[in-house]
């Protein structure tokens, strides 16, 4: 089961990020917007030979680029019915890859259009950089957005959880279970702040007509309030979903969780859905423009990324992507930004390399027993037991593992085996040191806790049994 | 009303804020009683200081051009009758143009036709007009 989620989740990351990064950054290669890769030129040179050549190996070099890292991640989506460690080592160095290889395309080809541009002095006077308002639509863009004030009821019905006693102590008696009724006060929280971000963006001027520039501000900026109030509605629900099925059974089962996921999932379509709509209309209102506002400011852009000291906003509009943001680099807080997320990177690779080093030793480790006189040591990877002769009060061979609630507090449940430390119904501590598929199991009681071991070599665990029923008597 | 702003030029951006308004209400672009946006959101779209904004709605209020209503934000003020520190202002910059004209080559007559089509784009008008 463990498998075929991880195989699901890296082939669902993979396929959707490829794909929108491919649908998002495809066609910057023809003339839209007075730019070709993001630098404006003059529509009479798009077809100069040398811009043909350009963007013709941009073309091809993204198109293998894509088609190659689909495969690679696809492949790497399987690795997961060998081995698990290595295959999350490799999804995750794969995903750095991409990212990374796929901005330096980007901004190679970008810095290589402004050189063209530099070299053929396609530089327009008329265009010259200048900030552009358009008074009318700054003065009603307030009206624009739905109103933030839709996430307070999430909210306020996620802090009920914890305003109500008998609730409240529900959720703190079980160990963990305190996350459910903090997602539902956390997500309207993020959403709304997430609400306040996209909605308060600048208004950008696209046009000399205003009409045009209200009918794409007021599309990106209601379309994403409605749509970030659809994702909090539903992340919020599929919350209040676990939340009151965990007050009610006091245990969650697999259904809960696809239900979870699925309800969760309807708020990511939501948000895919707003950017498809934003990027469709927003090419069909710039199509018909019949006077559109050329601001010529590629000097910012012209290292592939923007850099303007006289522009206090540290997030901007990325000009490949309108949907999406970018950094002013120029801006002393993008520094800032760029080490804090940079240390934030190498840590998160670091503890998914460190992951994949744990599910690495679990999955080619193998459960060995050791009597040296009368302590015996049972150890699986970097779990280990040891007791004397003397601490063991029951030794039983079972069939299969009894059937209890078995909790993991500090161990490893995968497809193949049981390992580590747990808790069982009466909330006692347990070690397991158990192949799922393997019988007979040997149950161990002593003073502090109860042992389940077996091994996955034919008749080893009937001989363990024997050893240890020795040293018992 | 576009207005635009040049980050590289010597006149600072509340006047040239300022300046663009009042032709703005001049050509008629901006009508008579039309709300202007409001201080914090002119800044963030222009991405300068809110002082900046505020500094130039301050002088445009100052001048009777605006008006600033604390519940309604700013409006275009109807036009008004120029008073005499006006008139006496206007013959001020009207001799350094004057004079610059002069020292460039710029003959009465070429001056008064330039001034007179450029006076001529001007059709401040109200709200309900437009």
């Not at chain 1, 350009?54 to 690795?79: C, D, E, H, P």
């Not at chain 1, 009151?244 to 696809?258: G, K, P, Q």
Request: net charge negative.
């Amino acid at each position: 089961m463990i498998t075929a989620i991880m195989i699901c989740m890296f082939a669902a990351i993979t396929l959707s990020m490829v794909g929108l990064c491919g649908f998002v950054y495809s066609g910057r290669d023809k003339f839209h917007e007075g730019m070709i890769l993001g630098i404006h030129i003059p529509e009479d040179q798009k077809d100069h030979s040398d811009v043909l050549i350009l963007t013709g190996k941009y073309r091809r070099t993204l198109r293998r680029f894509q088609w190659i890292n689909l495969a690679v991640g696809m492949i790497i989506s399987f690795l997961p019915i060998f081995t698990m460690g290595i295959s999350t080592l490799l999804w995750v160095l794969w995903a750095l890859e991409y990212c990374c290889i796929f901005s330096l395309i980007r901004i190679l080809a970008q810095r290589k259009m402004y050189a063209l541009k530099v070299r053929h002095q396609w530089f327009m006077p008329q265009t010259h950089a200048t900030i552009a308002i358009d008074t009318r639509v700054s003065a009603m863009s307030a009206h624009f957005p739905i109103s933030w004030k839709w996430h307070l009821i999430p909210f306020a019905v996620g802090l009920l959880f914890w305003c109500i006693p008998a609730a409240r102590r529900s959720f703190l008696s079980v160990s963990g279970a305190w996350s459910f009724p903090a997602i539902a006060v956390f997500i309207p929280l993020f959403f709304l702040v997430l609400h306040q971000c996209l909605t308060s963006r600048k208004n950008t001027v696209y046009s000399k007509d205003s009409q045009v520039n209200e009918k794409i501000n007021r599309l990106e900026k209601r379309t994403w309030s409605i749509v970030i109030i659809a994702a909090d509605y539903a992340s919020f629900s599929a919350s209040l979903y676990i939340s009151l099925r965990f007050f009610a059974a006091r245990s969650l089962h697999l259904w809960d969780y696809i239900i979870y996921a699925a309800v969760d999932f309807l708020g990511a379509a939501a948000i895919i859905a707003g950017v498809l709509i934003i990027v469709q209309q927003r090419r069909i209102f710039l199509d018909a423009d019949q006077a559109p506002l050329i601001s010529d400011d590629d000097e910012y852009w012209k290292n592939g990324w923007y850099s303007n000291p006289d522009d206090r906003h540290l997030w901007v509009q990325d000009r490949l992507c309108s949907t999406n943001y970018t950094l002013n680099m120029a801006h002393p807080g993008a520094k800032w930004f760029l080490s804090i997320t940079g240390i934030f990177v190498v840590a998160a690779v670091a503890v998914c390399v460190g992951v994949a080093g744990i599910l690495h030793q679990l999955d080619t480790a193998s459960v060995s027993m050791a009597i040296d006189q009368d302590t015996v040591t049972i150890s699986y990877a970097f779990y280990d037991c040891s007791f004397g002769a003397e601490d063991i009060l029951g030794l039983r061979q079972l069939d299969a593992l009894p059937d209890d609630d078995f909790r993991r507090t500090n161990g490893g449940d995968t497809d193949r085996l049981l390992v580590g430390f747990f808790r069982n119904g009466q909330d006692e501590d347990v070690m397991m040191f158990m192949y799922k598929k393997e019988s007979p199991v040997i149950e161990i009681d002593l003073t502090d806790q109860t042992v389940f071991l077996n091994s996955d070599v034919e008749g080893q665990t009937q001989s363990w049994y024997h050893q240890l029923s020795q040293l018992a008597q | 009303m576009l207005i635009t702003l040049d980050t590289k030029s010597v006149i600072p951006i509340y006047a040239q804020l300022r300046n663009q308004i009042v032709a703005g209400i001049g050509r008629g672009e901006l009508k008579a009683g039309e709300h202007l946006p409001t201080v914090r959101q002119l800044a963030a779209d222009a991405g300068v200081n809110t002082m900046t904004v505020n500094k130039a709605y301050q002088l445009l209020k100052t001048e009777g051009f605006i008006e600033i209503d604390r519940r309604k934000g700013a409006t275009v003020c109807p036009v008004g009758c120029g008073n005499s520190d006006y008139r006496e202002k206007l013959e001020k910059e009207l001799e350094l143009l004057s004079a610059e004209a002069c020292l460039k080559g710029v003959g009465c007559e070429e001056f008064l036709q330039l001034c007179k089509n450029i006076f001529g784009q001007m059709h401040p008008t109200c709200i309900e007009e437009g």
